[in-house]
């Protein structure tokens, strides 16, 4: 139990950081290289990890409590 | 066929052989719950598609000069409230009671905060400019019209997320959430996402594309 409890914690955290650095890399993309398909290509992965690992989308389609 | 009458087949529908009516668990209910926010969600992505379609419509490849530390410092301000929901919410699954009414305050803290840096610095309620770029009115244009109507939708969300952030602290602080029961804790963190998604492309899409105008 509290095993499971530290990996979500840590799970959470760790795509905190990933998120954080591709917005660093964003605004530096924008900074140096001006590419529109690159920054709304970072937009995407950012939110497709904000809607798998914060929103959990799959609970939709699983028999899954909280 | 009258209302009454209606109603009542429908009823019947709902009872199984012995005439009892189904009541739906939790784990129903809750899946029940799950897939309308979410729909509401996906309505909501016609609105803010529509809004970016226009971005690019008016603006072209071009974009007003703003404020790139506060944009910035806005989108982290409000990428971290995003952490510390999803905090909030493994702390209630997991029955740390006070580290989730610990990261529902901090969330909120952190969402007052973006609106502050949005509305009251970018959008210059309180007078205050950084750096030597004019501050941009509504009346200026394309470029006026298409930064506030989309700042200005999405401020509207962060403030009903900021409500409902309350609403679930208050009922947090009064016990309302247990490890196996707190949809309301996760509606609220959904949301709260959705709307740090929705700033994850106008951040870019205000910000960052195009060339600069002065």
Known sequence: MEEKKSQAYQLIFTIFLVLAFLTLVEYLVSQYLDSMILLLLIAFLKAGLIVNYFMHVYRLWREESH | ?214
Not at chain 2, 52 to 77: C, H, K, M, Y
Not at chain 2, 86 to 99: L, N, Q, T, W
Not at chain 2, 110 to 129: H, Y
Not at chain 2, 174 to 191: K, L
Request: charged content about 15%; some cysteine; proline content about 2%.
């Open chain 2, 1 to 214: 066929m009258s209302a009454a009458a209606t109603h009542h087949d429908q009823a019947h529908d709902h009872a199984d052989e012995h005439g009892h009516a189904h009541v739906p668990t939790y784990l129903e209910t809750l899946r029940a719950n799950r897939l309308g926010l979410w729909l509401f969600c996906i309505s909501e992505v016609f609105l803010f598609v529509a809004l970016i379609v226009v971005r690019f419509a008016l603006w072209g490849n071009t974009r007003p000069e703003l404020d790139q530390a506060l944009g910035l410092a806005t989108t982290s301000v409000l990428l971290i409230s995003s952490y510390f929901m999803v905090r909030a919410e493994v702390a209630i699954a997991h029955g740390d009671r006070d580290k989730f009414l610990n990261s529902l305050l901090v969330t909120f803290v952190l969402g007052v905060l973006f609106l502050v840096g949005v509305v009251g610095f970018e959008w210059g309620l309180f007078g205050i400019t950084f750096g030597d770029h004019e501050l941009l009115k509504p009346t200026d244009g394309a470029f006026g019209a298409v930064f506030f109507g989309m700042t200005g939708i999405h401020a509207l969300h962060v403030v009903s997320g900021l409500f409902l952030i309350l609403m679930v602290y208050i009922n947090g602080r009064r016990g309302g959430y247990s490890t196996e029961r707190h949809w309301g804790v996760e509606a609220c963190a959904i949301y709260w996402h959705y709307v740090d998604v929705v700033w994850v492309f106008f951040y870019p899409i205000l910000y960052l594309i195009g060339t600069p105008v002065h």
